[in-house]
């Protein structure tokens, strides 16, 4: 057992676009989270297709006295701020998407 927490960052990226570019991108941006665990390499998986859209999610470790609820928002910001850097289009994300807004 790991005395940590994983978070999660849900992020789509819409249009034709090299997921194997994209995924180790998102990879990258993970492990340069100042929270990740030391020995604990970030997980990036395509978890879902859609016509216009890939969705994928990022996961990492984090210790557990440096979790707090807001450490996802976190993880999702410093990777859309790495992948637009390098001119990647993010979409719009589920955790932040809320309908009728």
Known sequence: QIPGHIVIAN??????HDREK??????AAAAEFPLVMKDNEPVVLLSK?????????VGVMVDEDDWKPVTEYRLL???TQYLEATGIEVGISAITHFPGA
Not at 11 to 16: E, L, Q, R, V
């Open 77 to 79: 910001y410093q990777i």
């Open 49 to 57: 297709f859609e016509p216009q859209t890939s969705f994928y999610k």
């Open 11 to 16: 992020i789509p990226i819409p249009g034709k």
């Open 22 to 27: 994209v995924m180790n991108l998102m990879s």
